[in-house]
């Protein structure tokens, strides 16, 4: 049994990761096009040991395509992806186009996948933030243990969940930092090399940033509608990989020898305790892995029933490409019934 599948967006960082994944996890497929902009037709992408030519997203007649993954950026999902859906695919979607419309569900499958049966209201099914996924992931087993009812996070995200050009423009201010040249900022609002920048995506009304505000409506919808989240999200000059700290409330007694039992039987996390030889995990030393890496375990003395703890994951991997194409795991495996 296999599928044909459509990578919309096939040349960008996450389009590129989908077709990695694809073929580490051998997923059952029959023919694979990769979609882009008419700027890139023409152009090769790798897909395990062939080479995909880029065809033209606007002519595309995506009759008879199962699957489509789709990360080309918000506007263009909004037009492409129901187009898709009429034709009979399921676009699985990494943009925000489509995360909050209540009939589109939001997919983390280590957390909910019984949210997928309703797919085929719009046969579209949404892929969280890359920020988000890796903290619910986290959260999830806590919330099973003790039911949490506030969490304050503050992520520091890799310039590679902002697109290549940002990750070109951390490698050439560095670059121009000891050269002595002067800096440019296109991609960021402010200089990134060896820098933070506490603002991702744009300020809303009440002055949180989009990404934040991603973070708050994002877990409600995926996790418990009930829990109370205060995001800081911030931008670090790190190619790939992004980092949270999270302080966590609960409605119960829980100690940190119960969270890291926790952590340690849920799936997707690898837990990494300080008496180990690595004692904790940076997002240099997961580029690559698939686990969200949980450390510095620790009660918080200054709450009732609280907990910190740091988490770390590949924003390119669990965050976008390895996220979207389990759901499709998920979705072959219990929803859809394949071609012979």
């Not at 077709?19 to 882009?36: I, K, Q, W, Y």
């Not at 619910?136 to 310039?159: E, F, G, N, W």
């Not at 609960?250 to 039987?265: G, L, P, T």
Request: charged share 25%; glycine share 6%; net charge negative.
């Amino acid at each position: 049994m296999s599928y044909k599948i459509a990578i919309v967006g096939a040349t960008g960082n996450v389009g590129r990761e989908i077709l990695n994944v694809l073929h580490e996890r051998g997923f059952p497929v029959s023919d694979v096009v990769a979609l882009a902009s008419n700027r890139s037709v023409g152009s090769e992408v790798s897909f395990g040991d062939k080479d995909l030519t880029v065809e033209d997203l606007a002519v595309f007649d995506f009759t008879g395509t199962d699957i489509v993954f789709s990360s080309p950026g918000a506007k263009i999902s909004q037009e492409f992806a129901p187009k898709a859906a009429k034709a009979g695919a399921v676009v699985i979607d990494n943009t925000s186009a489509f995360r909050m419309d209540p009939d589109v569900p939001l997919i983390v499958p280590e957390v909910n996948p019984e949210a997928l049966a309703g797919f085929n209201k719009r046969n579209i099914i949404a892929n969280p933030n890359c920020s988000t996924i890796q903290m619910v992931v986290a959260l999830k087993p806590l919330h099973d243990l003790a039911i949490i009812k506030r969490v304050v996070v503050s992520t520091y995200q890799s310039v590679s969940g902002a697109g290549k050009e940002a990750m070109d423009e951390l490698f050439s201010q560095t670059k121009g930092i000891y050269m002595n040249q002067d800096m440019k900022s296109q991609a960021f609002e402010k200089q990134i090399a060896f820098n933070v920048i506490p603002q991702i995506d744009e300020f809303m009304d009440d002055h949180m940033t989009k990404e934040e505000w991603k973070m708050v409506a994002e877990t409600k919808k995926i996790l418990d509608g009930k829990i109370k989240i205060c995001a800081n999200c911030v931008r670090v000059p790190v190619f790939v990989g992004h980092a949270e700290m999270v302080n966590v409330e609960f409605e119960r007694d829980i100690s940190a020898k119960d969270a890291k039992k926790a952590f340690r039987d849920a799936p997707g996390v690898s837990i990494i305790d300080l008496e180990s030889d690595m004692e904790y995990v940076t997002p240099a030393e997961i580029a690559g892995e698939d686990d969200v890496f949980v450390s510095r375990v620790r009660e918080d003395p200054t709450v009732e029933n609280g907990i910190n703890f740091w988490c770390v994951a590949d924003n390119l991997r669990k965050g976008a490409a390895l996220n979207a194409v389990q759901i499709a795991e998920h979705l072959i495996k219990d929803h859809m019934k394949a071609a012979a």
